[in-house]
């Protein structure tokens, strides 16, 4: 767990990390090198969960590369079963990270919602709705196995 007192916010006990796969941990269906490892140093701490819709229809190969198995969102609607995931969680205990216009509703419903800038494009919706916005994969992780970060920027 990682818990956090930020100030004018309150304290955030973080258990779970939600990640989209496409143009988040992937793009164009590859995992980005490095994604792997920086996701691994994080589960002493959080349990981490995929979210994929498998745009490219090669997921299978990348739950082997993380050693995980992605929870897949079937078409339509996309936004709304996400939003739900994270609610079956407890969303108060979610860290959740997207770029997509289907990323949105899980975005606003975690406790914390972090928008990544994506080769892939990054929705407008999904920059709306975010707690915050990290230049890329890497530094959102970062800002997790570093959470004073977080409270830096949230404080108010």
């Known amino acids: 767990m990682i818990e956090l007192t930020i100030p004018g916010r309150g304290i955030l006990q973080l258990q779970h990390l939600v990640?989209?796969?496409?143009?988040?941990?992937?793009?164009?269906?590859?995992?980005?090198?490095?994604?792997?490892r920086r996701i691994s140093s994080l589960r002493d701490r959080l349990e981490v969960h995929l979210l994929t819709a498998?745009?490219?229809?090669?997921?299978?190969?990348?739950?082997?590369?993380?050693?995980?198995?992605?929870?897949?969102?079937?078409?339509g609607n996309e936004a709304a079963q996400k939003a739900a995931y994270v609610r079956s969680l407890g969303a108060e205990t979610v860290a959740a990270v997207g770029q997509g216009?289907?990323?949105?509703?899980?975005?606003?419903?975690?406790?914390?919602?972090?928008?990544?800038?994506?080769?892939?494009g990054t929705?407008?919706?999904?920059?709306?709705?975010a707690d915050l916005v990290a230049p890329d994969i890497f530094s959102a992780l970062d800002l997790l196995d570093k959470p004073l970060r977080i409270v830096a920027s949230l404080r108010t």
């Open 19 to 36: 990640l989209d796969v496409n143009g988040t941990l992937a793009v164009d269906g590859a995992l980005l090198d490095g994604v792997a």
């Open 54 to 75: 498998d745009t490219h229809g090669r997921q299978a190969e990348i739950d082997r590369q993380l050693n995980r198995q992605a929870v897949r969102i079937q078409p």
């Open 101 to 120: 216009a289907n990323d949105a509703g899980m975005l606003k419903a975690a406790g914390l919602g972090i928008c990544i800038f994506s080769p892939e």
């Open 123 to 129: 929705a407008a919706a999904a920059l709306q709705t």
